[in-house]
């Protein structure tokens, strides 16, 4: 069997992976991702039991057990490129033998839930509210760099660049299911789904303008309109679709949550956004130990 070479998967000293400092024995195979580093302590207070902590950069690593099951919540920081570092380098631990550097033969599955927050994109989506993605619409390109084509709803993608006239000088947006089993544990009659449409960045991906004007400052209406079969763009956040499109590839299960904190359509924005993400963890948590 081929090694891997060290250039392809670096190792810090300890045998830890290089970016997220993790061995093996160090994460649960249920992982809860966030952006923001200070909310996996927000996430962890709720563990009856801490096991393991760490951080590197801004990938901070709790794992513990809540309700006699194990999880580990890692924060991600902004953006599908860490997505792809931190998805990858999961997948290494579980799936890689790092001292011999080859490819295991039994192949381990993670459960990977994101818990985030979002802007919704449609009117009836209110405040505080939760968005469960049933896929993840990426304008971000990062996915285009794998053998993805066997993983992509292809024909919601076309209607979707038809119906936006999107621009063919940006990378081509690419739709990906989310887990079903995952899924079914976390909907409920409280929660909205969709699709949760993936920015590459916040201001001008996003359709903001400060200073700079914006390719086309029409995108927004043009996507909050889409519509494919009853399935409508529900918000727009930073990190679902690569979630989703590498743990498809990796074959993993995934699915994306995330709570409301501001309506672009009606310009409200959460009178306490630290409440709803709460809530949200809370949620989460017991649905998925249920």
Known sequence: MNKIASTELILNPDGSLYHINLKPENIAENIILVGDQNRVAKVARHFDSIDFETQK????????TFKNKKFSVISTGI???NIDIVINELDALVNIDLGKRTIKK??????????????????????????LAKYGLGFDGMLHSYDCEHILEKEMEDAFIKHTNYSIRKSRPYIVKNSNILEKKLISNEIYSGITGTAVGFYGPQGRILRIPIQDNKLNNKIDTFNFKGIKVTNLEMETSAIYGLSQLLGHHAVSMNAIIGNRISLKFSKDPYRAVESLIKYTLNKLVE
């Open 79 to 81: 953006g599908p490129d």
């Open 106 to 131: 039994a192949h381990t599955t993670l459960n990977i839930v994101r818990i985030g927050t979002s802007g919704s994109l449609q009117r009836d989506i209110p405040v505080d509210s939760f968005v």
């Open 57 to 64: 950069r801004e990938f901070k690593t709790i794992t513990g």
